[in-house]
């Protein structure tokens, strides 16, 4: 069985400042990683993912998250954060391609000016 | 590409009534669609994979008779909420896999449905 936790449902950081939202997740096999962002009222975005090869994985609107076997984490940083980074973001494992996906709790980031 | 549109984003019922909501993939031709309920300040809780042509697979827990699943064609799934009360008041968000993007896992959410039930 697979599980995702992600530690602080709240996430509050100046605008400028690093944000950083942590994912660990559990899998008994190598897992793909994903994190996706959700608006108020609309479905989820994908940022990112991590499939296999390099570890270090970049996404849309200057998300990273690096994937790290011996910490079971996949924690989402992005050195800036900008008030249109308001959102809540999911982090979600599935044990392949074509497996059920399983999702975190989420995060609510605020920016405050 | 790859886009999942839902339908209606919002709506509103009384008790007992029930209510259809359509996930459409407008650019690609899913196999497998998911639908899923979300809590207020919760995660997504996976209710069912729907499978053109075939049965839905319900997750334990998940009323078959009350949330009917029907996938007719390659690119529509409809989820009928049936019988519908206040506490299945909640936002339904479905998705899909492009299979012509391999096996990345990646899933397409549509827009979400928001069912308030009166």
């Known amino acids: 069985a697979q599980s995702v936790t992600q530690l602080g449902s709240h996430v509050s950081v100046s605008e400028g400042a690093l944000v950083l939202l942590r994912c660990n997740y559990s899998s008994s ?3 793909y990683l994903f994190w996706y962002v959700q608006y108020p009222n609309q479905g989820l975005q994908l940022l990112l993912k991590y499939t296999t090869g ?3 994985v970049k996404g849309i609107n200057g998300f990273e998250a690096e994937f790290k076997k011996s910490e079971t984490s996949f924690h989402l940083t992005k050195p800036s ?3 249109s980074d308001a959102a809540e973001y999911f982090c979600a ?4 391609g074509y497996q059920k996906v399983t999702f975190g709790i989420g995060t609510k980031l605020q920016v405050i000016p | 590409g790859a886009v999942v549109s839902q339908h209606p984003s919002w709506v509103i019922c009384k008790s007992g009534t029930s209510v259809k909501i359509e996930c459409r993939s407008l650019d690609f031709q899913a196999t497998t669609m998911f639908w899923y309920r979300q809590f207020p ?3 997504l809780m996976l209710m069912a994979t729907s499978n053109e042509g075939s049965k839905a697979t319900y997750e334990q827990g998940v009323e078959k008779d009350k949330f009917l ?3 007719a064609s390659l690119t529509l799934s ?6 519908a009360h206040p506490e299945d008041s909640s936002f339904y968000i479905c998705s899909a896999r492009d299979p012509d993007r391999g096996q990345t896992g990646e899933l397409f959410f549509g ?3 928001r069912l308030t039930v009166l």
Request: glycine share 8%.
């Open chain 1, 93 to 96: 494992v599935s044990d392949g």
């Open chain 1, 29 to 31: 096999v190598p897992p």
């Open chain 2, 111 to 113: 827009e979400g449905s």
């Open chain 2, 41 to 43: 300040k919760q995660s």
């Open chain 1, 54 to 56: 390099a570890t270090l």
């Open chain 2, 78 to 83: 409809t989820l009928t909420v049936t019988s």
């Open chain 1, 81 to 83: 954060a900008h008030m």
């Open chain 2, 69 to 71: 699943i029907n996938h």
